[in-house]
Structures are given as structure tokens and as C-alpha cells.
T-cell receptor, first 112, second 114 residues
Framework: GENVGLHLPTLSVQEGDNSIINCAYSNSASDYFIWYKQESGKGPQFIIDIRSNMDKRQGQRVTVLLNKTVKHLSLQIAATQPGDSAVYFC???????????FGTGTRLQVTL | DAGVIQSPRHEVTEMGQEVTLRCKPISGHNSLFWYRQTMMRGLELLIYFNNNVPIDDSGMPEDRFSAKMPNASFSTLKIQPSEPRDSAVYFCASAQGGSNEKLFFGSGTQLSVL
């Protein structure tokens, strides 16, 4: 039969513009969140994390925002570059060791 | 550090055959995780170990799947007998073992069961 896979939402951004990728997480008890980047043929790569006692954290060209009230996480990438093209996953820790539950992912396409 | 090392990189096998996937975690990491990634279900946690002991195997699909961690530097995921629906990318990841620690992933094993 036809293989119906996950439909990954896609965000197309022009090189140099800022990107915002959103994620709704599921467990209100989650206290740790991570963004991963996955390029084709590679494993997920850590980008940035945030703990639930914070609402914003900045890295190099990336910022993560956490809104616990509505269980929403976002990743902002400044001055998006072609090398940023990938699938981005948010993940939440539900408190058991380092066990992470991943979202379905968003594909970022950077156009020249 | 070489990171998490998985082998083989690609595996093509016939239905019914036994498949063994291997993982070497980052030295010093106490937790090891096996994930499966498919287009249908995304990234799913199969099993994780802490200090070589299986803690949660609720994600293992069925008895055909088994995982071992005989020592801190090696783990295997075995499928016997394999079926076409097992075709996926299997990732191993490791972490330092405390709560709220980021996972470091290997490059994965692309498994195709014909």
C-alpha cells in the first residue's frame, strides 16, 4: 500500500533573514528542553538547551524561548545561512534520567 | 573524542535473518539510548541503559528485538528474525547519566530488510 509518512512542516527562509521554528510540547511536567539539528544522512546534533526555570537562552546566532503557560518552545536563528538547512527537532525531558521525547520536526530550507 | 560510534553504517539483509547493530558510547557517559527513526513515526526511543543496566525497554516493539550492554563501552541491538517493517535508521546516543543531560547521537545504521 501507499506509504504515508509524517508530513514535516517546512519553513523556507531567504539567506540572511531570521528564522523562527516553533514547537508545542506535550508534558507540563517536563523540565528540560533541547533543540537538535539533523542534516541528511546524519544523526541529530545538539544546538541549544533550556531548563524550565528560564524563559530565554541565547547561543551563537541561536535563541531558544520557552513559554510554559502554553507549553510552547521556539528556536530563533539569526542571519540564516545555507548551512542551516536541515530538519530541526525539539525534545523534552520528562524527568527520567536523560530520557528525551522528540517532536516530529520542522524542515528549514534556506534559499539564496 | 570520536563521539558515539555506530556500526555498520548500512545494513541490507533478507527477511528472517538476524541483524546486530553495534554502538560505542562516548567514554565517561553512563547512559546509553537506542532510537529508531522512520518516516511514519519519527524518532522513537526503544530502550535505554544506565550504568549498563536496562532501565526502560517499553519502546522495544516486540520480542524479536533485544539489546545488551555487557560493559560501559559497548552495546548491541539485535533483531531476530528481521522483517521488512523493521527497515529504519537506528541511532545510538549517550549522555553523562544525570537527569537533564543532553544526548549525543551517533551517525546511525540504515537498515533495509528485503
Amino acid at each position: 500500500g501507499e506509504n504515508v509518512g509524517l508530513h514535516l512542516p517546512t519553513l523556507s527562509v531567504q539567506e540572511g533573514d531570521n528564522s523562527i521554528i516553533n514547537c508545542a510540547y506535550s508534558n507540563s511536567a517536563s523540565d528540560y528542553f533541547i533543540w537538535y539539528k539533523q542534516e541528511s544522512g546524519k544523526g541529530p546534533q545538539f544546538i541549544i538547551d533550556i531548563r524550565s526555570n528560564m524563559d530565554k537562552r541565547q547561543g551563537q546566532r541561536v535563541t531558544v524561548l520557552l513559554n510554559k503557560t502554553v507549553k510552547h518552545l521556539s528556536l530563533q536563528i539569526a542571519a540564516t545561512q545555507p548551512g542551516d538547512s536541515a530538519v530541526y527537532f525539539c525534545a523534552e525531558n520528562t524527568g527520567t534520567a536523560s530520557k528525551l521525547t522528540f517532536g516530529t520536526g520542522t524542515r528549514l530550507q534556506v534559499t539564496l | 573524542d570520536a563521539g558515539v560510534i555506530q556500526s555498520p553504517r548500512h545494513e541490507v539483509t533478507e527477511m528472517g535473518q538476524e541483524v546486530t547493530l553495534r554502538c560505542k558510547p562516548i567514554s565517561g557517559h553512563n547512559s546509553l539510548f537506542w532510537y529508531r527513526q522512520t518516516m511514519m513515526r519519527g524518532l522513537e526511543l526503544l530502550i535505554y541503559f544506565n550504568n549498563n543496566v536496562p532501565i526502560d525497554d517499553s519502546g522495544m516493539p516486540e520480542d524479536r528485538f533485544s539489546a545488551k550492554m555487557p560493559n560501559a563501552s559497548f552495546s548491541t541491538l539485535k533483531i531476530q528474525p528481521s522483517e521488512p517493517r523493521d527497515s529504519a535508521v537506528y541511532f545510538c546516543a549517550s549522555a553523562q547519566g544525570g537527569s537533564n543531560e543532553k544526548l549525543f547521537f551517533g551517525s546511525g545504521t540504515q537498515l533495509s530488510v528485503l
